[in-house]
Nanobody, 116 residues
Framework: QFKLIESGGGLVQPGGSLTLSCTSS????????IAWFRQTHGKEREVVAL????????WYEDSVKGRFTISRDTAQNAVYLQMNGLKPEDTAVYYC?????????WGQGTQVTVSS
């Protein structure tokens, strides 16, 4: 079954960096617009960044502009989220999916915790 697989999360101090990776369990995500979402307890998932299928267009939520960079590598069938200057409010479970998201594609997500 097609699922998205996220990795790269962890515990980092404020100001630190992490790079998240997204790939698929089977098949390819190279022809899809892919978005990174994040969710904290009691809140709905929000889109923080997305990249078009041929990487011409990207979009960022205002709170991450200038700190996060989304990219893709078609040879690796992967989409990445480089996160710099991390803040405690970036703490969340991060997911990738299409845009709009496909209900059957959600993976387990990867936890990002920003704390000193």
């Amino acid at each position: 079954q097609f699922k998205l697989i996220e990795s790269g999360g962890g515990l980092v101090q404020p100001g630190g960096s992490l790079t998240l990776s997204c790939t698929s369990s089977v098949g390819s995500i190279n022809s899809n617009t892919i978005a990174w979402f994040r969710q904290t307890h009691g809140k709905e998932r929000e889109v923080v960044a997305l990249i078009s299928s041929i990487a011409i267009a990207t979009w960022y939520e205002d709170s991450v502009k200038g700190r996060f960079t989304i990219s893709r590598d078609t040879a690796q069938n992967a989409v990445y989220l480089q996160m710099n200057g991390l803040k405690p409010e970036d703490t969340a479970v991060y997911y990738c999916n299409g845009n709009p998201p496909h209900p059957d594609w959600w993976g387990q997500g990867t936890q990002v915790t920003v704390s000193s």
